[in-house]
C-alpha cells in the first residue's frame, strides 16, 4: 500500500466517533467531495459540519447529489477549482470492502472469505460498483451545472445507493457510481375519476323486463306482486 501523503487522516485515527452498543461508528450522515490538495475524498460529518477523515472509497445510500451555484459561478470567473460540489447521504461504509469477515459457530468466532476471487478480476462482492446496476457520474463545472449520468449526460438528483471513490481504489476506472432511481409508473389520466353514462357518451341500457306467460301474470295480479 503506498504512503499516505502528509495531513491524510484515515478512519482508523478520525474522532471523536459516537459509540453503539459499544462499538464505534462513523456519523450517521456525511457529505463526501473530491479534496484537490490530498487527492483523495474528504468525509464531513454533515451534523456538525467538521472533517471527520479521508479516505479512497465511500459508500452512502439515500444520496443526494449537491451543487453550490455560486461556487461554480466562482470557477468559471476566476478558472480556479473550488469545493462547491458535494454527494450527501447515510455513511454505509469507509475504505474498500474486506473480504475477510467473522461469524460466531457454536459459540467460536470463525473467519471466513466472502468470496474466492483472486483479487485480479472484478468481484461484486468485493467490488459491488463492478455490478450491472451500477451507473456511472461524473461532474464538470465547466459543461454542467449538476452532476450528470456518464453516457446520457441526464442531471442526477438523487439515488438510493452511491459508491465515490478516488484514483487509488482498485476496480472500475470511474469515481462516481449510482444506482438509478426508478421510473415512475404511468397513471391513468382519468384514474380516480367517475364519469355519468351521459358525460363518457355512452347509452344507457335499460334491464332486461322479464317475461311473463297471461298464466304467470293473472297469478302475479292476484298476488299483488304486478
Given amino acids: 500500500m503506498s504512503k499516505e501523503p502528509k495531513g491524510?487522516?484515515?478512519?482508523?485515527?478520525a474522532g471523536p466517533r459516537k459509540m453503539m452498543d459499544g462499538i464505534e461508528v462513523a456519523p450517521d450522515r456525511v457529505k463526501?467531495?473530491?479534496n484537490?490538495?490530498?487527492?483523495?475524498l474528504s468525509v464531513i460529518d454533515a451534523e456538525t459540519g467538521l472533517l471527520y477523515c479521508?479516505?479512497?472509497?465511500?459508500?452512502?445510500?439515500?444520496?443526494?447529489?449537491?451543487?453550490q451555484e455560486a461556487g461554480r459561478q466562482r470557477v468559471l470567473r476566476e478558472k480556479r477549482k473550488n469545493?462547491?460540489?458535494?454527494?450527501?447521504?447515510?455513511?454505509?461504509?469507509?475504505?474498500?470492502?474486506?473480504?475477510e469477515r467473522h461469524r460466531l459457530v457454536r459459540d467460536k468466532i470463525e473467519k471466513y472469505e466472502i468470496c474466492n476471487c483472486e483479487g485480479t478480476m472484478w468481484c461484486e462482492k468485493c467490488i459491488p460498483e463492478s455490478g450491472d446496476q451500477f451507473r456511472h457520474g461524473y461532474y464538470n463545472p465547466y459543461k454542467h451545472k449538476t452532476f450528470v449520468d456518464d453516457i446520457s449526460n441526464k442531471s442526477l438528483f438523487k439515488s438510493e445507493r452511491v459508491i465515490i471513490r478516488d484514483k487509488t481504489a482498485v476496480g472500475p476506472h470511474f469515481n462516481i457510481f449510482y444506482i438509478p432511481e426508478p421510473k415512475p409508473k404511468r397513471v391513468p389520466?382519468?384514474?380516480?375519476?367517475?364519469?355519468?353514462?351521459?358525460?363518457?357518451?355512452?347509452k344507457k341500457k335499460h334491464p332486461r323486463r322479464r317475461k311473463y306467460t297471461p298464466k304467470n301474470a293473472e297469478n302475479l295480479v292476484n298476488l299483488g306482486l304486478l
Avoid: P
Fill in 8 to 13: 491524510f487522516i484515515s478512519w482508523k485515527d
Fill in 32 to 34: 463526501v467531495y473530491f
Fill in 36 to 40: 484537490l490538495n490530498l487527492d483523495c
Fill in 54 to 67: 479521508h479516505a479512497h472509497r465511500v459508500e452512502i445510500h439515500n444520496a443526494k447529489f449537491r451543487v
Fill in 83 to 99: 469545493v462547491h460540489a458535494y454527494i450527501i447521504g447515510n455513511c454505509h461504509d469507509i475504505g474498500d470492502v474486506a473480504k
Fill in 189 to 202: 389520466w382519468n384514474k380516480g375519476l367517475r364519469y355519468t353514462f351521459d358525460q363518457m357518451g355512452f
